[in-house]
């Protein structure tokens, strides 16, 4: 298995807290009595709840079976929904979460083939749900959704801000129940503390536009 090429999430986010405390000590050089004004709270940063993420075509995930590594593996979910497992066979995997998948290869395997295994599934990409990141970022396209990522989360994923991005115009477009709703966020104001940073649904769209004064 390829490893992601995907920003490392921890990574990019200590990246993007790097820019925003820099830029503040460039503030400080322009104006010294700006020092004790300017204060930077961390964003928090959200776990995905992958666990409780249905899954589709495309995503990978670790299977292990405790003290069997025969049995155990990581796996892709092929294009009809299913996947093949040692000693218990195909099972359609799509729909379900990695939780009800682990409980149902654990009650296969129990009693016929092991006494008492123990059965774990741990999602590694969710390729089958995606959001959508456009405009002045370093790499915008479409990027595989984890249940609880945020705005933040999702611009580290993109390669950060170019220069001449908006970042306090930034707009989420989401449709729900075919109603198209449209989303204000300001990320500057997520990432000094001022606001709460919003968690992202599958098939929003982010648009970062271009900043007219600079």
């Known amino acids: 298995m390829k490893k992601s090429n995907f920003l490392n999430p921890t990574f990019a986010y200590a990246l993007i807290m790097a820019i925003t405390l820099a830029c503040a000590h460039k503030e400080i050089a322009k104006d010294p009595t700006q020092k004790e004004k300017i204060t930077l709270e961390m964003p928090e940063m959200r776990i995905p709840d992958t666990q409780n993420a249905q899954l589709g075509v495309g995503d990978v995930y670790e299977l292990k079976v405790f003290l069997e590594p025969d049995l155990s593996g990581e796996y892709r979910v092929s294009s009809d929904g299913s996947n093949n497992f040692p000693l218990v066979g195909t099972l359609s995997v799509t729909g379900k979460t990695p939780n009800e998948l682990a409980y149902e290869l654990q009650e296969k395997l129990k009693g016929t083939f092991l006494k008492n295994p123990q059965v774990s599934v741990f999602v590694k990409e969710f390729n089958s749900k995606r959001i959508y990141i456009f405009g002045e970022v370093t790499k915008p396209g479409a990027f595989p959704y984890e249940s609880g990522m945020g ?36 990320v500057d104001q997520i990432v000094q503390g001022a606001e709460k940073d919003i968690s992202l649904r599958p098939g929003d769209i982010i648009f970062v536009p271009e900043g007219i004064f600079l």
């Open 151 to 186: 705005v933040v989360q999702a611009i580290a994923l993109a390669g950060g801000f170019t220069k001449t991005a908006s970042k306090n115009k930034i707009h989420i477009t989401r449709v729900e129940n075919g109603v198209e709703t449209v989303l204000p966020i300001k």
